[in-house]
């Protein structure tokens, strides 16, 4: 009996936290209390393999260029404004890649909303929405895509869901952690 009623509880308190997450989207943006992403998007020329392949070199590269930039934002729109000086670099960049690997279409930047599906990264979830982001198109831009978090920089930390000072937990996890601590 006593075991059922823990279980009973235990099961409530899970409801009512995944309960109290519904409702985090705002104009379209999810926010973690007062955080908003900025996230990228980059789009690979077609989905023939080689196209494919050169997109990965141009997100790591881009990915290299950016991390010392976002690691000293402590905003979104921080983020925001430095990667606007720096969006002509990032097309230079894209475009850089694909030549040194025999690519004779160019790599173009933007800073624009665009829409993304829902993703899940380790314990934080982002739904489906228009979110400011760094949009790159190699060549055409029809093929498929590789998307991330800028910043906070999720895809710009070794794969931690880490934002500053910011550690995103899921709740859940810490009250049954508790409950067979006990």
């Not at 099961?11 to 997450?21: P, Q, R, T, W, Y």
């Not at 969006?87 to 960049?93: F, K, V």
């Not at 498929?144 to 934002?163: I, M, Q």
């Amino acid at each position: 009996m006593k075991k059922n009623c823990i279980i009973f509880l235990l099961s409530f308190i899970i409801m009512l936290v995944a309960c109290s997450g519904v409702g985090s989207m705002q104009n379209g943006y999810e926010t973690k209390g007062n955080v908003e992403y900025l996230r990228i998007h980059i789009r690979a020329n077609s989905n023939d393999e080689f196209d494919q392949s050169v997109k990965y070199l141009v997100r790591d590269k881009i990915v290299d260029y950016l991390t010392p930039v976002v690691a000293t934002c402590e905003t979104k729109t921080k983020a925001k404004t430095e990667i606007s000086y720096r969006i002509d670099e990032l097309s230079e960049i894209a475009t850089d890649v694909l030549r040194k690997n025999g690519y004779n279409y160019s790599g173009k930047a933007y800073l624009r909303k665009e829409n993304f599906p829902t993703r899940v990264y380790e314990n934080l979830t982002l739904q489906a929405g228009v979110y400011d982001a760094i949009v790159v198109e190699l060549g055409s831009g029809k093929g498929d895509n590789w998307w991330c978090v800028v910043y906070p920089p999720l895809c710009f930390s070794g794969g931690k869901v880490t934002a500053g000072n910011i550690r995103y937990k899921s709740k859940i996890a810490e009250i049954i952690e508790r409950f067979w601590a006990k």
